[in-house]
């Protein structure tokens, strides 16, 4: 990793990152594929308890990164979405593709959250195990 990148990545840390990060991209190691560009960082109360509520789509390059997470809900909103169960390590522990408006989803053993625009997880190949790096844009 050069040390360009190096100062931007967040290490794989199972912490969330600082409060005064908005956005993170997301790689996925293992299938060398960018998973999104611009993820929103939902580390605070309120962060993760609106979540996408009220929005009407997600930028297709977008999405949110709720943590600390086990569980979801889309309930009241407007669009289906995918998503990515992480554990500390930033492995994937689980997928879900095109979950509806109305579901709830749990994964108890994940400690954050991927929210994607539905397709991503298709797209990006990206499967249980695979190695996801977090990273701050540049």
């Not at 993170?24 to 998973?35: C, F, K, M, P, S």
């Not at 962060?47 to 997470?69: E, N, T």
Request: hydrophobic content about 35%; aromatic content about 6%.
């Amino acid at each position: 990793m050069d040390s360009k990148r190096q100062s931007h990545s967040l290490a794989l840390s199972s912490e969330a990152p600082s409060s005064s990060l908005e956005y993170v991209a997301v790689r996925n190691l293992t299938r060398g594929t960018i998973v999104a560009q611009r993820v929103e960082v939902a580390s605070s109360g309120p962060k993760r308890s609106k979540g996408l509520l009220g929005r009407k789509a997600l930028d297709p390059r977008g999405g949110m990164w709720i943590i600390p997470c086990e569980s979801v809900h889309t309930f009241f909103m407007q669009f289906p979405i995918d998503l990515i169960y992480l554990d500390r390590k930033h492995r994937v522990k689980k997928t879900k593709t095109a979950v509806p408006p109305w579901r709830v989803s749990a994964c108890l053993s994940a400690h954050s959250i991927l929210e994607l625009p539905a397709g991503t997880v298709s797209n990006t190949r990206t499967e249980q195990g695979d190695l996801l790096e977090i990273v701050r844009p540049s």
